[in-house]
């Protein structure tokens, strides 16, 4: 059973379209988080929800629009696709409580976008 | 200055060596260290975490100088499936959300030949 899951593992599209990447978990984690793999290896986070409530929203334009039906999932939506938007996108989820102990974070296999 | 430097590698040495990496970090408030590893086209996943005291996990060491803001990794007789991008995360809770958010360095790669 895979604990992270993320959907679809590949995605290639045109600019200027809207695509949407799905995440679940399955570990009954409190926080899901969206981050951002670019060509150059680097891994930045995007935004963290705690039980469905945006935590974190690290000044990502606003063409990004993430949402939370239920604590198990974290969705993706990406509007008006641009050619820097090419990147792998990675969810994770963790145990992460308000003021808690800190805790490990478990990826999802990675949505890699390509935009032409 | 990013908030967590390491140097990218790649590190390219023969079964057996010993091998360190060294991370830095610039937020003197971080309040926890880890070391991820990355396979190629792969997810990040824990390989330990980091405590003050110095932690040790079978091959794998790892240090925290939280003085000088350094963590370091070091790993004793190499194998070929070592080969893997190390990275060094540094976890921030935010003073206002309460909530951690992990940082990562950019990673330093490494390859382990026969």
């Known amino acids: 059973d895979t604990a992270v899951s993320q959907t679809p593992k590949y995605l290639v599209t045109q600019m200027g379209n809207d695509k949407s990447i799905k995440c679940e978990q399955n570990?009954?984690?409190?926080?899901m988080y969206w981050y951002k793999q670019d060509s150059k290896k680097f891994l930045k986070i995007m935004f963290s929800y705690n039980n469905k409530e945006l935590i974190i929203n690290e000044t990502v334009p606003n063409r990004f629009s993430p949402k939370s039906p239920d604590k198990a999932h974290l969705n993706l939506h990406i509007n008006s696709l641009e050619l820097g938007d090419s990147a792998v996108y990675f969810c994770?989820?963790?145990?992460?409580?308000?003021?808690?102990?800190?805790?490990?974070?478990?990826f999802g296999q990675g949505t890699r976008l390509t935009v032409v | 200055r990013k908030e967590v430097e390491q140097d990218p590698g790649p590190f390219n040495v023969p079964e057996g060596a010993t091998v360190a990496f060294n991370c830095t970090y610039s937020n003197s408030a971080s309040q926890s260290f880890f070391w991820y590893r990355q396979d190629c086209r792969k997810e990040p996943k824990l390989l330990m975490s980091v405590y003050s005291s110095g932690n040790e996990d079978g091959r794998f060491t790892a240090q925290l100088n939280r003085a000088s803001q350094y963590i370091s990794l070091l790993i004793r007789d190499s194998k070929l499936s070592d080969s893997a991008t190390y990275l060094c995360v540094v976890n921030q809770r935010g003073e206002n959300t309460g909530f951690q958010k992990l940082v990562f360095g950019t990673g330093t790669r490494l390859l382990v030949s026969p």
């Open positions: 994770a989820s963790s145990q992460d409580r308000k003021r808690g102990v800190n805790t490990e974070a478990f």
């Open positions: 570990l009954g984690h409190d926080t």
